[in-house]
């Protein structure tokens, strides 16, 4: 998606969109209710962290709707990192930070010590749940008192088999309907970016760095309320579900 006057980021966003929906048909349904929990407890100009945050979906969406927001978004991904920074090019509310959310410092790079919003989506469940539970204890010294977390993500009760399995088989199906429909998948998405003259070097990168794919844990979203509590937060529940998807929320 590079032409000759120079690359359509616009474009990168889109295709990374379509992607991401591929997974998800109710993607956008879950940035709304993300972002009226938002304005609901720390109002219209929130300062945000954007927590591994690809291509800066959530930024996007928050700037959008909150003209007078501020995002800083922080990711390792270097092919990401690029559609982001060109995306954002210029736009003095936005600031991306290179950081491995497993480095016990990372939060050192940020130009902030407090926000009011820690935001993530479709992100942590690359993390095992030991250094997802310390994550979340560096996110609880971050969120300012009276501010939020969410994590929109998958999050499986392993209590209900029946119900994983019967979801599961339905939502492949409706995916493989939309493959054999011509929809990118993630791989045909990264042979994209691989072959692109501008996001090739960095995509060489992210897989040195990641490999195919890095697959963690997805533990329940009781467990995820759970250690956010103990790790500080004063609240922690879901306000909003799919059958394979869930959307939690953290008050400190």
Wanted: aromatic letters at 10%; glycine letters at 6%; charged letters at 25%.
């Amino acid at each position: 998606m590079t032409t000759g006057t120079g690359t359509d980021w616009a474009a990168w966003q889109e295709s990374w969109d379509r992607q991401q929906e591929w997974y998800m048909p109710d993607r956008e349904e879950r940035f709304r209710i993300m972002l009226d929990m938002v304005e609901a407890l720390v109002g219209k100009a929130p300062r945000v962290l954007d927590l591994a945050c690809g291509t800066g979906s959530i930024t996007a969406r928050l700037l959008a709707r909150f003209p007078e927001a501020t995002s800083t978004g922080v990711d390792l991904d270097p092919a990401l990192l690029a559609i982001a920074r060109g995306t954002f090019e210029g736009d003095g509310r936005v600031s991306f930070v290179t950081a491995d959310l497993k480095d016990p410092d990372w939060t050192a790079r940020l130009p902030y010590e407090s926000y009011d919003a820690v935001l993530t989506a479709t992100a942590l469940h690359w993390l095992h749940s030991e250094p997802l539970a310390a994550l979340y204890g560096q996110v609880a010294r971050l969120v300012r008192d009276g501010g939020v977390f969410m994590n929109a993500d998958h999050m499986i009760d392993e209590s209900t088999p029946r119900i994983n399995a019967a979801e599961r088989a339905q939502r492949h199906a409706r995916m493989d309907q939309a493959k054999a429909d011509g929809a990118l998948d993630w791989a045909d998405w990264w042979q994209l970016a691989a072959k692109d003259p501008v996001l090739a070097e960095p995509t060489a990168r992210r897989y040195e760095i990641y490999g195919e794919h890095a697959d963690g844990d997805m533990p329940s979203a009781a467990w995820h309320a759970r250690v956010l509590r103990e790790k500080g937060f004063g609240e922690a529940r879901p306000v909003w579900c799919s059958p394979s998807d869930t959307l939690l929320l953290a008050v400190k």
